[in-house]
């Protein structure tokens, strides 16, 4: 179970950055042009594959000898243990949060313009925030 989840989570995070670059670098191309059904999909590719990795994410954090069994005062103090117990955890969700908001915004906005800036600004920031939380030290 936990080495499944492990390589699931693992490989869902190539996917999950590839469509959220391809999701900001989309809406930036076509910030001026309309805003078409193939423009919702894009982005709601980012939304499907951010929404999953979370969820396994999750079910990672109870299987997983770095997550929920490993909090303990002691592993607050070490910088790589308190990685995978709280920040990374934390800041994942804020980043999925955002996600979501954007992508909730984008349906109910009414210009096109403005449907291509909530992509660009929340899950521009998403990336972001996701980006700086990955343990580079053993990933890719
Ligand atoms: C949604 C965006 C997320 C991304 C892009 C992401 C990415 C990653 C990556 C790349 C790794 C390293 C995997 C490896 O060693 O091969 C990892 C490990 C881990 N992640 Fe996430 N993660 C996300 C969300 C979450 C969330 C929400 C949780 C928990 C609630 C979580 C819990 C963990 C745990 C516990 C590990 C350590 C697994 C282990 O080595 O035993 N992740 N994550
Ligand atoms: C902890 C688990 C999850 C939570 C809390 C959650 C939450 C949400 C929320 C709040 C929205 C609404 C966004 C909007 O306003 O349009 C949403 C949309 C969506 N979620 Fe999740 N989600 C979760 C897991 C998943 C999973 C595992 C999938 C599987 C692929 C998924 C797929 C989707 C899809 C496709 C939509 C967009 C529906 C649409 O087109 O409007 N979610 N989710």
Known sequence: MYTGFKHLHSGLAYLLLLALIIAVFY???????????????????????????????????????????????????????????????LMMLIAVVLITIGYSRMKRLGTDSKKYKSIIVFYGIGLLFILSMIPWKVWP
Not at 27 to 51: D, E, Q
Not at 66 to 79: D, H, P, R, T, Y
Request: charged share 15%; net charge positive; hydrophobic share 50%.
């Open 27 to 89: 809406a930036i191309a076509s910030r001026n042009k309309p805003f078409t059904s193939g423009s919702k999909k894009i982005a709601l590719l980012g939304l499907v594959c951010a929404h999953l990795q979370f969820v396994a994410g999750l079910v990672l954090y109870f299987l997983s000898p770095l997550g929920l069994s490993n909090f303990s005062g002691e592993a607050m103090k070490a910088k790589d243990l308190r990685l995978y117990i709280i920040e990374h955890p």
